[in-house]
């Protein structure tokens, strides 16, 4: 289980609600708040009027507009301690062809997944070194 230390409130970039559902599972129990986008747009806006409140960034690869990758490396330019995982469905092997995803590959959780396995991806990034 998580800390109650390290309760923080998560943009989520998804558009699948299956997936949204499966998020709110495993972190609201433990205290942390979930904020759903559809869109790496409207996540971006959203850290930005609410970049001392979110610390946390889950977002999949593929999003209408900019892609998941484009979204942390801007949001990370916005908050540079940020917390994040990249989610999605495509093989790691595949993924790593996209320009980009190398530096972010260490926070990676493959769907479909579970609430527990969030929660262990999750537990490591604010055991380490995300305040």
């Known amino acids: 289980m ?25 972190l609201e129990p433990e205290g942390h708040s979930v904020l759903p ?39 990370r330019s916005i908050k540079p301690n940020l917390c ?8 790691i092997d595949l993924l790593r062809l996209l320009p980009g995803f190398q530096k972010y590959r260490a926070h990676f959780l493959a769907k479909p997944f579970t609430a527990e396995a969030l929660l262990i991806k999750v537990k490591a990034q604010l055991d380490g070194s995300c305040d």
């Not at 998580?2 to 699948?16: C, G, Q, V, W, Y």
């Not at 960034?57 to 942390?72: A, F, N, V």
């Open 2 to 26: 998580l800390n109650r230390p390290h309760m923080k409130t998560f943009l989520i970039a998804e558009s699948d609600a299956a997936v949204i559902s499966t998020i709110r599972q495993a």
């Open 37 to 75: 986008v559809f869109s790496g747009e409207d996540a971006l806006e959203l850290l930005e009027s609410r970049k001392d409140e979110i610390g946390f960034l889950i977002t999949r690869i593929t999003l209408p507009g900019i892609s998941g990758l484009e979204l942390l490396d801007q949001a």
């Open 84 to 91: 994040h995982l990249v989610i999605s469905h495509y093989d």
